[in-house]
């Protein structure tokens, strides 16, 4: 595996995620935390803003795309978060895999009708062993 350098950082979403498709990555991950929040931090946008954000990887196609100890913390169940919901669930299907860390990333992939074969729980991202078995499985 040869990982390439950083592509930057911008507050341009779109530039972002032209700058990863030029660089012709085989896969591109994103995490981890707090990278899914769906409305910031109780209203205030920390990792980026609100999304669709540069996270969600919006128009990106070509490379595999890995969501890696995901979260969508802090969430509590209100509307405007399922709304936001509804409006990234197929930015969150283009991911090959999205890596949850906690059973409220679950609940969210699942009301978002994320299939079951494109999850897998990961319990600390310094535990590499789950997602090299799912790798393995799924001939990534």
């Known amino acids: ?17 032209r700058k990863i498709a030029g660089a012709k990555y085989d896969m591109v991950f994103v995490g981890s ?20 954000n540069a996270y969600y990887l919006p128009e990106l196609t070509g490379p595999r795309k890995i969501g890696l ?15 936001k ?8 299907h283009a991911f090959d895999v999205v890596f949850y860390r906690d059973s409220t990333a679950l609940e969210v992939l699942r009301k978002a009708n994320m299939p079951e074969e494109q999850m897998a729980h990961i319990p600390d ?4 062993w789950t ?10």
């Open 85 to 92: 919901l509804a409006e990234v669930a197929p930015l969150l």
């Open 1 to 17: 595996m040869c990982l390439q350098p950083s592509v930057g950082v911008s507050d341009d979403d779109a530039a972002v995620v």
């Open 131 to 140: 997602s090299r078995t799912w790798f393995r499985r799924n001939s990534i």
């Open 33 to 52: 935390d707090t990278v899914f929040q769906l409305n910031g931090y109780f209203g205030d946008p920390i990792a980026d803003k609100f999304p669709p």
């Open 125 to 128: 991202h310094s535990a590499p």
């Open 69 to 83: 100890a995901a979260s969508f913390d802090p969430f509590t169940a209100q509307q405007v978060e399922w709304n």
